[in-house]
């Protein structure tokens, strides 16, 4: 009876861990801006733009806080649970931590949007029940985000953490092209200036390539380098032999 009861003692233990790492594996979600902004526009050929969604519109999220959205705020809920699983959400305040995927409160909290991109002067957003449908895309500048006009955030990805880094990608856009090379200089030149820079915190770590803790010139010369070789012509270079040469 006691081999008996001890075999049945690890049975259990047995099933336990497999349920827990299958817990594990479900909130394993990749948290990389390309793949959060590729589950959420994977919702693009199911509601095409145009596509009628009001407040008629509910959905049960998985983020905490809030459980039932409607309209503007179940199409961003939809969109979040797509990309982030079931990790928790969290409100924050700063606006200049602002990332793919997190939900903005907007107009004294009676309308939200959803964060696609993040560029230097502006967010890429999409959002429900903007005129009663969808509405993919929409440029909203900066500083709109800056006005009392935002009520909060609400972000999914864990505290201190940043997404990851691609070198070159000033950006955010997951490219890397002439526009990169366009915005280090503009920032170089906010600098020499004396104005602070409109780079997010990750778009200056992929800014500076050659990780000297300035974003200048040069690095916009390895960004055209690179995009020219690796691009243009097709042929494999690498940051660090870009860098080495010059």
């Not at 079931?86 to 907007?106: E, F, H």
Request: one cysteine or more; glycine letters at 6%.
């Amino acid at each position: 009876m006691k081999r008996l009861a001890s075999f049945g003692s690890v049975l259990w233990a047995f099933i336990f861990l497999l349920s827990t790492l299958s817990i594990q594996q479900a909130n394993a979600v990749d948290l990389s801006e390309e793949a959060v902004r590729a589950a959420m526009l994977a919702f693009e050929r199911q509601y095409p733009e145009g596509t009628p969604f009001d407040n008629s519109n509910s959905y049960t999220w998985h983020g905490g806080i809030y459980q039932v959205g409607t309209g503007c705020t179940a199409f961003a809920f939809m969109l979040s649970d797509a990309a982030f699983g079931s990790l928790p959400a969290r409100k924050y305040y700063d606006y200049t931590q602002i990332r793919v995927g997190d939900i903005l409160r907007l107009n004294n909290d009676e309308h939200c949007v959803i964060v696609l991109s993040v560029n230097p002067d502006k967010l890429i957003v999409a959002e429900g029940n903007f005129n009663g449908k969808i509405h993919w895309r929409r440029e909203m500048p900066i500083s709109t985000f800056q006005s009392s006009k935002i009520t909060y955030a609400l972000t999914r990805y864990p505290e201190n953490t940043l997404p990851a880094s691609k070198k070159g990608d000033a950006n955010s856009d997951t490219d890397i092209s002439t526009d990169d090379a366009q915005i280090v200089l503009q920032t170089y030149t906010r600098t020499l200036s004396g104005l602070p820079s409109t780079l997010t915190e990750i778009q200056s770590r992929n800014a500076d390539v050659d990780e000297n803790g300035d974003v200048n010139i040069l690095d916009a010369q390895y960004i055209l380098i690179y995009y020219s070789e690796n691009i243009l012509a097709e042929r494999p270079c690498s940051w660090e032999q870009i860098i080495s040469k010059s």
